[in-house]
């Protein structure tokens, strides 16, 4: 997976907002599932937000509900994360995966753990100034 944020750098301002984007290939799109995840060192990979828009799902992890939100684009095969009323907490390194969900018969539960997730992208690394 590929992954990019769309401010230059992801250096932001408290408050501030950026969206990431993580773009899939070789893949049919809706037999995924996306997740974004975050580390900081020292931690576990924890995951942030989840979406299958095969099934029409999304889920957000509480310390991100109202401030971000997850989309898709099938035609495009890409995942975006829009980041509004960043936190200093926030400052991580940003990983979205993907997990072949076609074959649970829509018996999955969000959010999913890091160790279920197929594909990684590279981290992105997003730093929020107090």
């Known amino acids: 997976l590929r992954s990019s944020c769309r401010r230059w750098g992801g250096l932001v301002q408290a408050g501030g907002s950026l969206r990431l984007s993580c773009t899939a290939s070789g893949l049919t799109f809706d037999d995924y599932a996306f997740g974004w995840f975050c580390q900081v060192p020292g931690r576990a990979r924890e995951g942030v937000s989840f979406i299958s828009s095969s099934e029409g799902r999304t889920h957000y992890a509480n310390s991100v509900k109202g401030r971000f939100t997850i989309s898709s684009d099938g035609a495009k095969k890409t995942v975006y994360l829009q980041m509004d009323g960043l936190r200093p907490e926030d400052t991580a390194n940003y990983y979205c995966?993907?997990?072949?969900?076609?074959?649970?018969?829509?018996?999955?539960?969000?959010?999913?753990?890091?160790?279920?997730?197929?594909?990684w992208g590279e981290g992105t690394l997003v730093t929020v100034s107090s």
């Open positions: 995966a993907a997990e072949k969900i076609s074959t649970y018969g829509g018996n999955y539960y969000f959010p999913r753990n890091r160790y279920s997730m197929d594909y």
